[in-house]
């Protein structure tokens, strides 16, 4: 089946580790993004990319990292630096270059640090 | 910046009566999505509005572009208890080419 897929659904972290989500689709897509999603505040772009071995950030990039190294892949690494990294993490991909087609959604991370 | 605002920000109906939610850009779109986020779930795509005054239909569901393309809503008839959710628009304002979303409508229905 095509689609895109996070792992892992939950996740639990201490509070100063640092902690990589990952996510893979095999859409054959060339944009991926990454979204954070709290209570209220609908969806926030953390990073994107649209092509493989380039990325931009977006609009809270601070904290966070990632890498494109593979078309089908892209990390989401949240560092000691995030200073409120519980939230529930969307990764999505899109055909084409542009970002403002039909965007597909994978499950989601729910990232608890204690 | 570059905002889109989405009304009301819940909703309670009964089933069987309609819904909608608007959303009001403070800039020009060159197009705008609509999702729905199911509870517990991740956003799901329904549709994507190009043109001016452009209004499109799924089954219940009515979709409007307005002619300033500044405007948009999502019209549900006669809701049922599948229809709860949080819909959310996303408007492309095409001079960064990312889109903006608004903060969703959670949608409540009772049997």
Same mark, same amino acid.
């Given at each position: 089946?095509? $689609?895109?897929?996070?792992?892992?659904?939950?996740?639990?972290?201490?509070?100063?580790? #640092?902690?990589?989500?990952?996510?893979?689709? #095999?859409? #054959?897509?060339?944009?991926?993004?990454?979204?954070?999603?709290? &209570? $209220?505040?609908?969806?926030?772009?953390?990073?994107?990319?649209?092509?493989?071995?380039?990325?931009?950030? $977006?609009?809270? /990039?601070?904290?966070?990292?990632?890498?494109?190294?593979?078309?089908?892949?892209? &990390?989401?690494?949240?560092?000691? /630096?995030?200073? #409120?990294?519980?939230?529930?993490?969307?990764? /999505?991909?899109?055909?084409?270059? /542009?970002?403002?087609?039909?965007?597909?959604?994978?499950?989601?991370?729910?990232?608890?640090?204690? | 910046?570059?905002? @889109?605002?989405?009304?009301?920000?819940?909703?309670?109906?009964?089933?069987?009566?309609?819904?909608?939610?608007?959303?009001?850009?403070?800039?020009?779109?060159?197009?705008?999505?609509?999702?729905?986020?199911?509870?517990?779930?991740?956003?799901?795509?329904?549709?994507?509005? @190009?043109?001016?005054?452009?209004?499109?239909?799924?089954?219940?569901?009515?979709?409007?572009?307005?002619?300033?393309?500044? *405007?948009?809503?999502?019209?549900?008839?006669?809701?049922?208890?599948?229809?709860?959710?949080?819909?959310?628009?996303?408007?492309?304002?095409? *001079? *960064?080419?990312?889109?903006?979303?608004?903060?969703?409508?959670?949608?409540?229905? *009772?049997?």
């Amino acid at each position: 089946d095509g $689609g895109i897929t996070q792992s892992p659904k939950y996740l639990f972290r201490k509070e100063g580790q #640092n902690v990589t989500l990952s996510c893979e689709q #095999n859409l #054959n897509h060339d944009a991926m993004y990454w979204y954070r999603q709290d &209570p $209220g505040q609908g969806l926030r772009l953390i990073y994107y990319s649209q092509i493989v071995n380039d990325f931009q950030k $977006g609009d809270i /990039a601070e904290g966070y990292s990632v890498s494109r190294e593979k078309k089908e892949s892209f &990390p989401l690494t949240v560092t000691s /630096a995030q200073k #409120n990294p519980t939230a529930f993490y969307l990764c /999505a991909s899109g055909t084409g270059f /542009a970002m403002n087609t039909e965007a597909f959604f994978g499950q989601g991370t729910r990232l608890t640090v204690v | 910046g570059q905002q @889109v605002m989405q009304i009301p920000q819940y909703q309670h109906v009964q089933e069987g009566e309609d819904f909608t939610t608007y959303c009001n850009s403070s800039t020009t779109l060159s197009n705008i999505q609509w999702y729905k986020q199911r509870p517990g779930g991740h956003p799901v795509f329904l549709i994507q509005l @190009v043109k001016s005054g452009e209004v499109k239909k799924q089954k219940r569901l009515t979709f409007q572009f307005g002619e300033a393309k500044k *405007n948009s809503s999502l019209h549900i008839t006669a809701t049922q208890t599948t229809d709860v959710g949080t819909y959310f628009c996303a408007g492309d304002a095409g *001079n *960064n080419r990312k889109l903006i979303w608004g903060l969703g409508t959670s949608l409540a229905v *009772n049997p």
